[in-house]
Structures are given as structure tokens and as C-alpha cells.
């Protein structure tokens, strides 16, 4: 299936490859750069539990709802994660998510571009009607940064999800919605295109 066929997306702050078990050790040095397991707004694997979190995305790609990706930077190192999740390919939708990377280089081009990549094949290579982004109320840096890429918010899923992180246990999450519909696409890609042209980091 076209939706969880493992596929590169290159540029020229960031390469997109499909996740293995051989990018643990990498992976594992990453998550440590600003100890990203600490955020209690979201889930990030702790470096125990980086095999685990792997082995996961894998087992969801066998199941046909995600294909995961290695983010390297431009050195081919592996700096974090991200993934097509929960797809609909009937309804061709797919949301980005489960995305994080090490704290050096967030807030850089590379993410820009990433999102670039993921979302043009979305759009060109997957024929979607939309692209979703879903994150917490409490986490505004990745608000901040999807609003940016120019979705729109449908909504907010009040006390949608039980959070588990340690220092949260209980808390109830609400869930930001954002999304990109097809139309909307060659207007997200223009402004992309000008903000990775922009001297950044």
C-alpha cells in the first residue's frame, strides 16, 4: 500500500528515511540533547525505552496506520522522528505526528523543510484531501509551529486523552486539531518555499 511504502524524501537541511532498529544508538543520543523525555505534555521515549518506541512504530507500519521516518540532519545523522500516523487511505488522510527532535536543532530550517517534504508527498505523491496535526493545549512551541506552516485549527478534543507521563499522571489532555486541506496546499507550499529561502540557521 502506497500509504506505508517506505520512502526517502531528501533536501538540503534534512533527509527523511525509513526508521530501523540500526538508528537506535543515534536516536538514543538525540533524545538526551534538553532531556525531551522530561516534557510532561508529551510523549517522547526515554533512552531505555528507545528499542521499544522503534519496534512500535514498525509494528504500526506492519498494520498499514503509520509509516515512520529517521529525521537526519545534514550530516546524515540521525536527530529525531517523525511519522505519517492514524492513515485513513481510503479517506486519503493522514495526520504528521509523533515528531520530535533533539533540542540543538529545533527552531532551525531543518524543521521547516521537513514538514516541506512530508507535506508535498502528502499532496503530490499520495493524492491527499487533508493533512492533520494534532498536539496538546499546553505545548505552545509545536502550536506555534503549526500555525506557522499555515494550518488552521479545526478545533479542540476537551479532556480527549488520559495523560501518563510521570509528572502528570491523571491530568486530563486537551487536544489542539489542526489541519491542511489539498486547496490550501500550492498557498502552504509558496510560503514554505519563502521561508526555507530566508538565511536560518
Not at 533527509?15 to 525531551?36: F, N, T
Not at 533512552?47 to 503509520?66: F, H, K, V, Y
Not at 529525531?80 to 492514524?86: D, H
Not at 503530490?124 to 485549527?153: P, Q
Request: hydrophobic share 40%.
Amino acid at each position: 500500500m502506497a500509504f506505508t511504502t517506505d520512502t526517502t524524501l531528501t533536501g538540503r537541511h534534512v533527509q527523511l528515511v525509513p526508521l530501523r532498529l540500526s538508528h537506535h544508538d543515534e536516536l538514543v543520543e538525540a533524545v538526551c540533547d534538553g532531556e525531551l523525555w522530561k516534557l510532561w505534555y508529551t510523549s517522547i521515549p526515554t533512552p531505555q525505552g528507545m528499542a521499544t518506541e522503534i519496534q512500535r512504530r514498525l509494528n504500526l507500519q506492519q498494520s498499514g496506520s503509520m509509516l515512520p521516518f529517521a529525521v537526519l540532519d545534514a550530516s546524515g545523522r540521525a536527530v529525531g522522528m517523525t511519522t505519517f500516523m492514524n492513515i485513513d487511505a481510503a479517506n486519503r488522510r493522514v495526520e504528521i505526528g509523533s515528531t520530535w527532535y533533539r533540542a540543538s536543532v529545533q527552531r532551525t530550517a531543518l524543521n521547516t523543510e521537513a514538514k516541506r517534504l512530508l507535506l508535498a508527498h502528502a499532496f503530490e505523491a499520495l493524492d491527499c484531501i487533508a493533512v492533520e496535526f494534532r498536539t496538546h493545549w499546553f505545548n505552545h512551541a509545536s502550536r506555534r509551529g503549526i500555525e506557522r506552516l499555515g494550518a488552521k485549527l479545526d478545533g479542540v478534543l476537551r479532556s480527549h486523552q488520559i495523560n501518563r507521563h510521570p509528572d502528570a499522571q491523571g491530568a486530563l489532555r486537551d487536544t489542539c486539531v489542526y489541519s491542511i486541506v489539498a486547496a490550501e496546499w500550492p498557498s502552504v507550499k509558496a510560503h514554505l518555499d519563502f521561508l526555507l529561502s530566508r538565511p536560518r540557521p
